[in-house]
């Protein structure tokens, strides 16, 4: 007898599992995955913070089985089924989960911060703090208390994340249309001088010619000149007066 793989053993137990798995409840997690906060997938897929990637694509499994559009008949079920898919790919995407949980662990750190800054106030468990060496913390970050607070954490740090990404993408594009803008008012602004340069050329022939007739009407009026005669002195319209030429 051949061996079984264990994988497929697996999926086919989630597949009978969720063959008998309630319409109303199929509605329930569409309703969940839809409502999760958009930008942290971990949501999506129901995980914690430090899940492994074999979690990531089990989780996955169950889920997207669980919201099949040709298992389930919620109108949203296909959106449902997207939204997983992302949330998967993103996090097996290394740079992408690289940043998610950086932002997890800079959610952690203020966290704690605030924590301490509200031992000092509390004197009864600043002294248990102490005295457990670190246990007291340790229990407070695996109570529900701390992982509710990390993910409301984690959503404001992704928040202002998106939100710095958005307006520098804004500002990005703005500059890049001002680049185009000026590329283009550039471009008319050659095109307009050459088509001048052209119609200069396009001319030539017709100044030249203009030139030389100017030139040639010039050099006969030298020629054939006829000049007004002078007035003499006693002319009555004393329109012209010769000055009397002193003789020595």
Do not use: C
């Given at each position: 007898m051949g061996e079984t793989n264990p994988a497929?053993?697996?999926d086919l137990l989630l597949k009978n599992f969720?063959?008998?798995?309630?319409?109303?409840e199929r509605d329930n997690e569409v309703v969940r995955i839809l409502s999760c906060f958009k930008l942290n997938p971990f949501e999506h897929l129901n995980l914690p913070f430090d899940s492994s990637l074999y979690d990531v694509k089990k989780q996955y499994r169950k889920l997207s089985l669980m919201v099949h559009p040709d298992k389930c008949?919620?109108?949203?079920?296909?959106?449902?089924?997207?939204a997983l898919a992302k949330a998967q790919q993103l996090l097996l995407d290394q740079n992408e989960r690289d940043y998610l949980l950086s932002?997890?662990?800079?959610?952690?750190?203020?966290?704690?911060?605030k924590r301490k800054k509200q031992l000092k106030k509390d004197t009864a468990s600043k002294i248990?703090?102490?005295v457990e060496e670190g246990k007291y913390d340790q229990q407070y970050e695996e109570s529900e208390e701390f992982q509710q607070e990390l993910r409301i954490k984690v959503r404001e740090l992704l928040t202002e994340q998106e939100w710095r990404r958005r307006k520098m993408q804004?500002?990005?594009?703005?500059?890049?249309?001002?680049?185009k803008r000026d590329e283009e008012e550039q471009k008319e602004m050659w095109k307009r001088k050459r088509e001048h340069e052209e119609?200069?050329?396009g001319t030539r022939e017709q100044r030249v010619s203009s030139w030389r007739d100017f030139m040639k009407a010039g050099k006969k009026g030298k020629k054939g000149e006829i000049?007004?005669?002078?007035?003499?002195t006693e002319d009555p319209n004393k329109s012209y007066v010769q000055r009397p030429v002193k003789r020595g």
């Open positions: 497929t053993d697996e969720y063959a008998e798995v309630s319409e109303v008949k919620h109108p949203k079920a296909k959106e449902a089924f997207g932002q997890v662990n800079s959610a952690k750190e203020e966290l704690r911060t248990k703090s102490l804004m500002r990005i594009s703005e500059e890049e249309g001002r680049l119609q200069w050329e000049r007004p005669p002078k007035l003499k």
